[in-house]
């Protein structure tokens, strides 16, 4: 099984700057696919910023040229600079991977999510 922690949520104002992690652990494999999304109060999850093994991203038009996506693969962890906040950036977060584990199962993990709040 692959277990996520996600970190680095809380309140910022906008403007502000926050950086979220994802710590990866369990019977991993591989990571292939890292990827960060988000869901704001009745609206649906959408995908933010996602990256590949080989070091790709894609991000959503609504966050490029402020939010970063990057990995470290000998850490099993992902991290999702966030600057230039603004109010509709408020949401939980949510960090997922497509990993493979040692016993030969490919799947989707998702962390629990972490909330930024972004309001003065």
């Known amino acids: 099984q692959v277990q996520l922690v996600e970190s680095g949520g809380g309140l910022v104002q906008p403007g502000g700057s926050l950086r979220l992690s994802c710590a990866a652990s369990g019977s991993i494999s591989s990571i292939y696919v890292m990827g960060w999304s988000r869901q704001a109060p009745g609206k649906q999850r959408e995908l933010v910023a996602s990256?590949?093994?080989?070091?790709?991203?894609n991000s959503a038009d609504s966050v490029k040229g402020r939010f970063t996506i990057s990995r470290d693969n000998a850490k099993n962890t992902g991290y999702l600079q966030m600057n230039s906040l603004k109010p509709e950036d408020t949401a939980v977060y949510y960090c997922?991977?497509?990993?493979?584990?040692?016993?030969?199962?490919?799947?989707?993990?998702w962390g629990q999510g972490t909330q930024v709040t972004v309001s003065s």
């Open positions: 990256i590949i093994n080989g070091g790709s991203t």
């Open positions: 997922n991977v497509e990993a493979l584990t040692h016993s030969g199962i490919y799947g989707n993990y």
